[in-house]
């Protein structure tokens, strides 16, 4: 990749040798007489360094500085002041410079001082080059929909993103609040650093409070080693404290104390500790109704609640469905080593008619069991599982179709996919092995 580097300076002598000088060190160098067309061709190249002079005939270089950091943060200013004009490259340090010298000095300060500034300047390239990368992979633009109820909550979610307020995330299970957090991480400050995330359900208290903070070999039972909690292993970065309105009442108490001051002690330990991560919740519970039964703090309420989203779930967002089933088509009939192109109407108003109580999780699970079916390149009604139809239309027993046949119908696809696997088979149906001989027999699917 080219080091390229911008010269700005009316006297032409200067331009020049200065040009000579930085292209012999091998530099792709750029030079302009005036302000204006400096930054025509700022905007046009892709500049690691600018070196200008602080006095031009149309722009002060002190104002260049303020106008190339607002086009691009990553290169790096080097300003040239006249003899006896110290004051003004300290402006322009404070305005965002990376350093100044005074015209007609020694020249041979000029490359080292160019170096130090490239290397700031690639850098820095390569932080929003990965910044970059991050975002594509997680960030807003991954989730998808354009319902208006999806549109208010990334808006919402855009805003609060670059700051480091605490965020908590409502919506009912299944309706992608780790998805939001990692958008929100990843459009942050904090995107290069680590991203957790911990499910509070999930452990016991001790158990929970030791994966959180850590512990000190000794600690308990089992503690044969000292271990870093989550918060020091996401120093600088982002955690998800997910179902946070399972914490215990006690570990609340901690996790508070934490919030407010940026410490905590770890299990067997007499020191604090100090990190800088900022935390984001999430929870389908009714945080408000559970502080009036005793169940959660107050005080740790409304600090996390600094910031709140509201996510919807799927069946207030039903028109963002056939973009999901097609998004989910795609990712897991490549994973599943399927060829399926098309996704028939029937499908899709099938899957609009249903009431989605585990929302996106439950929808990619009924397209990944209905890809699991299919023989052809696509997917039809008549491969969505039983159970789904009978949720979906509890009068199905009573229509064209009724519920054995349809329970038929699902059982022999999935022995066909299963190549007879009887053991297989019932584990995907979630039923034992003999209710599915007994099924089979039933069904004389022998």
Known sequence: MKKTILIIDDEKDILNMLSRIIELEGYNVFKAPTGKEAIKLFKKERIHVVITDVKLPDISGIELVNTFKEINKAAEIICLT??????????????????????????????????????????????????????????????????????????????????????????????????????????????????????????????LESELFGHKAGAFTGAIKDKPGLFEEAHLGTILLDEIGEMDLELQAKLLRFLEEGTFIPLGESREKKVDVRVISATNKNLQKAVEEGAFREDLYYRLSVFTIDLPGLDQRKKDIPALANYFV????????????????????????????????????????????????????????????????????????????????????????????????AELLDIGLTTLYNKVKEYELE
Not at 97 to 109: E, R
Request: charged share 30%; with cysteine; net charge positive.
């Open 82 to 207: 006249a003899y006896g004009k110290i004051e003004d490259g300290v402006k322009a340090i404070k305005q965002g410079a990376f350093d100044y010298l005074v015209k007609g000095d020694d020249n041979k300060k000029i490359l080292p001082l160019l170096s130090k500034a490239y290397d700031k300047a690639e850098l820095q390239y390569k932080i929003l080059r990965l910044k970059s990368q991050i975002s594509e992979q997680f960030g807003f633009n991954r989730i998808i929909g354009s319902s208006k109820p999806l549109k208010n909550a990334i808006e919402m979610a855009k805003r609060v993103a670059p700051m480091d307020t605490t965020v908590l995330i409502l919506g009912p299970t299944g309706s992608g609040k780790e998805v939001f957090s990692r958008a929100i991480h990843s459009e942050s400050n904090r995107a290069t650093e680590s991203f957790l995330a911990i499910n509070c359900s999930a452990l016991g208290k001790d158990l």
């Open 330 to 425: 795609k990712n897991i009939s490549l994973k599943a080593n399927k060829n399926i192109k098309t996704v028939s109407k029937d499908f899709i108003q099938a899957l609009q008619e249903h009431h989605w109580k585990g929302n996106i999780r439950e929808l990619r699970n009924i397209i990944e069991r209905s890809i699991i079916l299919a023989n052809e390149e696509k997917l039809t009604a008549d491969l969505l599982p039983f159970d789904f139809l009978l949720n979906s239309n509890p009068g199905l027993s009573t229509g064209l179709y009724k519920l054995k046949d349809v329970e038929k119908e699902h059982i022999r696809n999935l022995l066909k996919y299963t190549k007879g696997n009887k053991t297989k088979t």
